[in-house]
């Protein structure tokens, strides 16, 4: 069972360039979430989807775009890669209901950094 | 704004000893309160959880403790273990935005042998 793969591990990226951070799930969850990971700032939520077709913005939503055409998959693109962007993302898939969120689990992580 | 404000940012115990971790938010809307930990390297899991309906949910050395009054929560450790230094995270959602955790800033554990 290999529950959250999130590829690549590791990017750079020049500013400017584009790319896409892919997550996929095989636990047949609805709800799915990138999220960014910075020094003494926690894990802050970029976007988030309920289902297939449905997404929503996070806290931190501004340079990133996703889409969620199957249950499976929630890939995170990045429009125009900025240092502000150099970061570890973790997606997640949560075992939940529309009334009550219980376990999130998370992919391993991308670590980006920008230059 | 920061909803879930988490604190030490980190911790250092003895062998055996119990570590505490505080929480506090501010949306008395939330009613799930989990607590996540992280290994460097590795995405955060699910440690224990706890709904406001409780005052304290205890999982083995791990005891969640929630004042509803308060809008707090804390993570205590008992006979903590070099084997728990980790990254520790607090959240929270509201039960119409599942999919939508809030983090604290985490807190890094460290257990001296």
């Known amino acids: 069972n290999a529950g959250v793969t999130q590829t690549p591990k590791f990017q750079v990226l020049k500013t400017g360039q584009s790319m896409t951070l892919q997550c996929a799930q095989d636990m047949n969850h609805e709800y799915m979430s990138w999220y960014r990971q910075d020094p003494g700032m926690g894990l802050r939520l970029i976007h988030y989807s309920v289902g297939a077709g449905i997404t929503d913005q996070g806290e931190v939503p501004n340079g990133y775009n996703v889409s969620r055409s199957t249950t499976e998959d929630f890939p995170l693109r990045l429009l125009s890669a900025a240092p502000s962007q150099t970061s570890v993302y973790f997606c997640a898939s949560l075992r939940g209901t529309r009334s009550m969120n219980t376990e999130a689990f998370f992919g391993q992580g991308t670590r980006l950094t920008v230059v | 704004q920061q909803q879930v404000k988490q604190s030490p940012q980190s911790l250092i115990v003895q062998k055996g000893g119990i570590s505490i971790i505080n929480c506090a938010y501010e949306?008395?809307?939330?009613?799930?309160f989990p607590w996540y930990q992280q290994f460097p390297g590795k995405g955060p899991a699910l440690l224990i959880a706890i709904r406001p309906d409780v005052s304290e949910k205890k999982e083995g050395r791990f005891t969640i403790s929630f004042n509803k009054s308060a809008k707090q929560f804390s993570l205590h450790i008992m006979d903590s273990q070099p084997g728990d230094s980790a990254t520790y995270f607090c959240?929270?959602?509201?039960?119409?935005?599942?999919?939508?955790?809030?983090f604290g800033q985490g807190t890094t554990l460290q257990v001296k042998p």
């Open positions: 959240a929270a959602s509201r039960p119409s935005n599942t999919g939508k955790l809030i």
């Open positions: 949306n008395t809307a939330f009613d799930y």
